[in-house]
């Protein structure tokens, strides 16, 4: 067989482009992989500031962003899970307006049906019914860290912890808490954190409509795979 010297000069590009090609392929790979283990360590070390947070206080407030969606419900509802599993009530909270709306806009009909399966398992309630609860608590805002955008806007003062887990970037609006995951630049949604932190605490999830649940606000936050599908993500649905 003749060595690469003695090809014809179009062979000789055709080896050339293979190699660099493979060569593309193994550095994404390692890319990918180390990506993936950071992320993995970040969520690890979130894990053991939220079950000490979940532990140490009285009840654990769960809130999203206003314009409620499926990442935010499905995240949620996960987040609800965990404490379940700490042996916490978890109380979710959106604004009536909010609930009003999903009640009575059509478009929406998925996002409230969402909602409502989720309220078969746990308590939803709206500012209102918090504000005769103040007592010890934690609260947990999700898939959203800007300050203005929850319920909660004017009451951060009153908790004893608060966490935030977000996937947006973060701006001058960020709300100045010490114990934040926010993964603007590595995951596709909160949802897809949501799913690596169950696995972190090694829930085995009966329920088959809440693996659905992150798998649709995954499918959605990435407008159906075109946009932040990193390959952590694409791991991520394959599982889901």
Partial sequence: MKNNEELKPEVNIGLQIQSNAKQLENNTNRNNKKQSAEVNKKISEFKEVLTKSINDC?????????????????????????????????????????????????KKFFEHEMLERIKENFVVINLSDYENNRQDNALLIIDVNQGFRTPFKNHYQEFKKILVLDHHNQTQDTIKVNNKLILSDSVSSTSEIMYWLLKQYKMSVKDIDYYNFLLLGIYLDTNTKRKNTYSNALDCISEL
């Fill in 58 to 106: 009285n009840a654990v407030y769960l809130v999203g962003h206003k314009n409620i969606d499926f990442d935010a419900i499905a995240s949620l509802g996960a987040m609800a899970l965990i404490c379940k599993k700490l042996k916490k009530a978890p109380y979710i909270v959106i604004d009536q307006e909010e609930i009003d709306d999903l009640n009575n806009n059509e």
